[in-house]
T-cell receptor
Framework: KAGVTQTPRYLIKTRGQQVTLSCSPISGHRSVSWYQQTPGQGLQFLFEYFSETQRNKGNFPGRFSGRQFSNSRSEMNVSTLELGDSALYLC????????????FGSGTRLTVV | GEDVEQSLFLSVREGDSSVINCTYTDSSSTYLYWYKQEPGAGLQLLTYIFSNMDMKQDQRLTVLLNKKDKHLSLRIADTQTGDSAIYFCAESMGNTGNQFYFGTGTSLTVIP
């Protein structure tokens, strides 16, 4: 079956703009999590959605938001982009929010200039 | 706290065994994982271990967990050049749902 699909793969934005990233989980998976990966901070948890509800949120400013649709697809939005938001954004899905079996997508590489 | 630490680099010769180490601080961890990341790719789950286990073996991979010392290791037997990648350990706690705390990652280089 198809894996976790993230679009776009690469994105270049200007400071102050906003951006929306998309994640399509594996068919049947209802839990979607987002992570930010940077060389300096490593992998940091952004938020997790299950059945359209945000269940958990990491320590990121309110500029970072997300949502999940009824088909389990998820989007994350970053408003008023800063240079420090440049990162690889990874999405992961699992069937019922289990603590094992998370499958990650290849990520969206966001560059803010 | 959720500090998860790993050494940054490891270099081994092809055919030798690799041992990647990880230490964590939160004793309430319920699950511990090893992920592999190749250049330009996402994270691939290699294996996981429940906190009530000491060891898990899966083909060339052996995971050892020392709960007393909060130490996790991943042994790769007969390391191949295709094993060159960054390896992350991660922990999750039952009370935080599916939030993973990742280590800093260990870059494994396999020398032919």
């Amino acid at each position: 079956k198809a894996g976790v699909t993230q679009t776009p793969r690469y994105l270049i934005k200007t400071r102050g703009q906003q951006v929306t990233l998309s994640c399509s989980p594996i068919s049947g998976h209802r839990s979607v999590s987002w992570y930010q990966q940077t060389p300096g901070q490593g992998l940091q948890f952004l938020f997790e959605y299950f059945s359209e509800t945000q269940r958990n949120k990491g320590n990121f400013p309110g500029r970072f938001s997300g949502r999940q649709f009824s088909n389990s697809r998820s989007e994350m939005n970053v408003s008023t982009l800063e240079l420090g938001d440049s990162a690889l954004y990874l999405c992961a899905s699992s069937s019922q929010g289990q603590n094992y079996g998370y499958t990650f997508g290849s990520g969206t590489r966001l560059t803010v200039v | 706290g959720e500090d998860v630490e790993q050494s940054l680099f490891l270099s081994v010769r092809e055919g030798d065994s690799s041992v990647i180490n990880c230490t964590y601080t939160d004793s309430s961890s319920t699950y511990l994982y090893w992920y592999k990341q190749e250049p330009g790719a996402g994270l691939q789950l290699l294996t996981y271990i429940f906190s009530n286990m000491d060891m898990k073996q899966d083909q060339r991979l052996t995971v050892l967990l020392n709960k007393k010392d909060k130490h996790l290791s991943l042994r790769i037997a007969d390391t191949q050049t295709g094993d060159s990648a960054i390896y992350f350990c991660a922990e999750s706690m039952g009370n935080t749902g599916n939030q993973f705390y990742f280590g800093t990652g260990t870059s494994l280089t396999v020398i032919p």
